[in-house]
């Protein structure tokens, strides 16, 4: 059979493209910034607080962004004023940031050098300070488009390590390369495609026991301001002085910073859709179309769209008249969804501007559908042929696809200039919320909800893809270790589960640990969690499960996922996984999801309750030893 993998659905320039942006920029002039309060002159120069005090490096980055965000609104922005009033946390994330990377110096095998981290950096395509209602992992970093050969000069740099992808965290980004001798140490995550890379500054360990109680998946991991993170920062890169602690009165280190409820970027685009995922996804496509059409807030809209489908559409923007600058793709599209939902004026009702297309495919199998007058739903199987130029495509084995589930959603336009074409909108679930990962426009004569060649070659399917069962002997054993732990609370026991090969993922002995044997610091490492763990009913009352955020990493099927995900990995990056592994310098290529097989290894992946917050995720690298399954790696994995 020909390659089948997951469908992402042929991209067209339809209305719009559609961008990520920096946060400090501001799309409506009209409306002021909020300006940190009036501070007393110094005679010192304060790098970071000022434009005027940034660094040439970190200027030029100021100002290519703004230069790209003027050429696309016609704006008259001054880099100066868009960064003297941004936020202050957007501020003191990118000066930094920016700061590190202008300070970790990269060389090869030979001493020569590579150049610094910030050289790595084409161009920054969004800022995002503290922002309420969202995860660590999307507070306090840069997103930015990496230089063609970033990736190559940090394979080779000797001062970067290749750690293991990233699993439950950075969706969109699995690549991760880590300065080494942290922390303080830099992240980079880096998108498939090697164009994109979320870059943070980790400030705390991450090492078990530690990391799982220390606070990690707080924001504060990667926020310059909170606790001692300045003085770790400048320890290792010295120069940032602090500027900020003025702002908010703090003269020590070890104060809390004062909130910011920042809840939309520029363009007033709020960072998480309107509906969640547990309301259904054709609550999520009619507040998407309600929010464009009917009440005239585009923004709101386009926080439905994904960063996944973002190298589809940079792909068809390239083969239009008019292409987007980098990082400007999501404001050209609010504008031009804005621009339409103009041309149609007042509509009562989303049926007034769209109705459902027609099903083109018996493979596809309508959904349930409240709003079936406004937009056809399908479920989408996850064997549909992919658009090769957008996404790799995934093995031929049935039991290596993804098994995430889709659904696409087909609309024709009744009014303005785009009367009688059909979108195609491909949904699927990041995190809490109905996402649009890739999106078609076609003429409704030849319209059609799959591509064409794909369609033709599709089976029929059930409503929902085929889950990975996995080895129930795995499921069983991994099942009793939880129990054990954290219901019967019997550290001991529990102890028994790790294998001799996890040794290694101890940290180097304390003076107080000096005498105990690896078993009894394990054990010591399971007890002091606990004593943050309320007692509850069931293990979901007492921890939680974090599904998968990379497509090599397929989840598994089972009955306790909301205390505890199990994934498949493939056996070619359990090595990666392995801590005897993950401090010297190596090559470590990208496994092509094509290339990967399973069997050998699972992860499981859970967060434990403190009640009123959460740990960090805890990794557990499971194989069968002997006549069980034993846990040979972990890891604790931060935002």
Known sequence: MKQMARLIILIAFLLFPFELVIAQAQPDQNKAVPVPPNKAKSDTLELGKSYASLRPEQKQL???????????TGSNLVPQEAYNNGRLSVRTTFDAVTHALLNAKMTDATGKSLGRAIDLVEAVDEVLGEQSGVGGDRQFRLYVYLKPNAVDILSRSQEFLRDKDNTVYHGGFPICYRLKNGPPSIQFSISRDHK??????DYRASGFPKGLVNGHLSAANSDVRAGNNLDRHDGRWSGLNGWWRNVFGQLGSGGKPQAENA???VGNIPLNPGVKADQGVDKSAHDFLQSWVVEKQPNKSVAYFSRQSYPCLETTVQKTS????????R???????QKFSDSIGKANSVADVFDPAAKSSQ?????????????????VPADMEPDEKCVAPLSDDPGNRSKEKYFATAFRAKQGDSRNKVMTLLWAQEGDYWKITAIRLEDGGDAGIVPKNAAAQAEPSVEEPRAIAGDPAAGNDILAFYQTWIMKRDVIRASTFASPRSYQCLPAPSKDQQKMTPIARIQSGLQQPLERIPSGANLSDMMSGLQPRNDLLPPVQQENSKAFAIMAVPDQMADSFLCQNRQPHQDAPDLKPADAKYGAYYLSASRLNYGQEESPALLLLWTK???GWKVVAWAVELP
């Not at 404001?331 to 969804?337: E, F, G, S, V």
């Open 62 to 72: 100021v100002d290519d962004f703004i230069r790209r965000y003027n050429a696309t």
């Open 196 to 201: 994109l890379s979320d870059i943070d500054v």
């Open 263 to 265: 809840t939309a970027s």
């Open 322 to 329: 008019k292409s987007a600058p980098e990082g400007m793709i």
């Open 331 to 337: 404001l050209r599209t609010l504008m031009a969804m």
């Open 363 to 379: 493979a596809l199998k309508e959904a349930k559908n409240a709003y079936a007058s406004e937009f056809l739903l399908v479920s």
């Open 625 to 627: 030893e002997g006549v």
